[in-house]
């Protein structure tokens, strides 16, 4: 079964902090994604990965950053952290074998509170 | 950049009866995928249409998928208390995003026991 796993399922966070949210996942996938989900607003996308130290900016990528150093690694980084980030942080990876597509699996999510 | 839209939003059915949801979506598409969150959980993956194929079925799911009219329903048969979740559709358009995943806004489902 493929695992992805994130480093907390509770966060609370006060303004201003420097925030690491970490994703793992152990099925060799090329993809990793970090999205956003707040009620009414649906799942938005705001990091994605295609491979070790490569990057790209989704839909709301304003005041965060990501880092991947390791193909099995994706970390979220909130620079400095604001009460308009508190919400449900979700961690996805996938192949990435061409254009069909493929699923994404998805971590439990990380609730941050930010206050 | 949301592109698919479920309807209904919210859906309250008796066990054993059967959930038919539906998702329009805007522009053309490679593939499109229905996913599931439990309250408060990760999304779980449930089955996965290209845009050349009409039908598909996994256990009691049926995903249908109209190009033509850009939509697709999921019909959940023979519901239970444990189907209750939040059923989400997403597409994939190369075309247009690339290799991201497009979602709506999902259908809250709750099934009565």
């Known amino acids: 079964d493929v695992k992805v796993t994130q480093s907390s399922r509770y966060l609370v966070k006060r303004t201003g902090e420097k925030v690491f949210l970490e994703c793992v996942q152990d099925?060799?996938?090329?993809?990793m994604f970090w999205y956003r989900q707040d009620p009414g607003l649906g799942l938005r996308l705001i990091y994605f990965?295609?491979?070790?130290?490569?990057?790209e900016k989704g839909d709301i990528p304003e005041g965060y950053s990501v880092s991947r150093e390791k193909k099995e690694r994706f970390s979220l980084i909130l620079e400095s952290a604001s009460t308009n980030q508190t919400s449900m942080y979700l961690c996805?990876?996938?192949?990435?074998?061409?254009?069909?597509?493929?699923?994404?699996?998805f971590g439990p999510g990380t609730r941050l509170t930010v206050t | 950049s949301q592109q698919g839209e479920e309807d209904p939003q919210a859906l309250s059915i008796q066990e054993g009866e059967n959930a038919t949801m539906n998702c329009s979506y805007k522009?053309?598409?490679?593939?499109l995928q229905w996913y599931r969150q439990n309250s408060g959980r990760g999304l779980v993956h449930l089955i996965l249409?290209?845009?050349?194929?009409r039908e598909k079925h996994s256990g009691r799911l049926r995903v249908t998928l109209d190009t033509s009219k850009k939509s697709s329903s999921l019909l959940i048969t023979a519901s239970r208390a444990a189907d209750t979740a939040s059923y989400f559709c997403?597409?994939?358009?190369?075309?247009?995003?690339?290799?991201?995943?497009?979602f709506g806004a999902g259908t809250i489902l709750r099934v009565k026991s």
């Open positions: 990965s295609y491979d070790v130290k490569m990057k």
């Open positions: 249409i290209r845009s050349n194929e």
């Open positions: 997403a597409t994939v358009s190369w075309q247009e995003y690339g290799n991201k995943l497009v």
């Open positions: 996805a990876s996938s192949f990435n074998r061409g254009r069909s597509g493929y699923e994404q699996y």
């Open positions: 522009t053309s598409i490679n593939n």
């Open positions: 099925m060799d996938h090329e993809n």
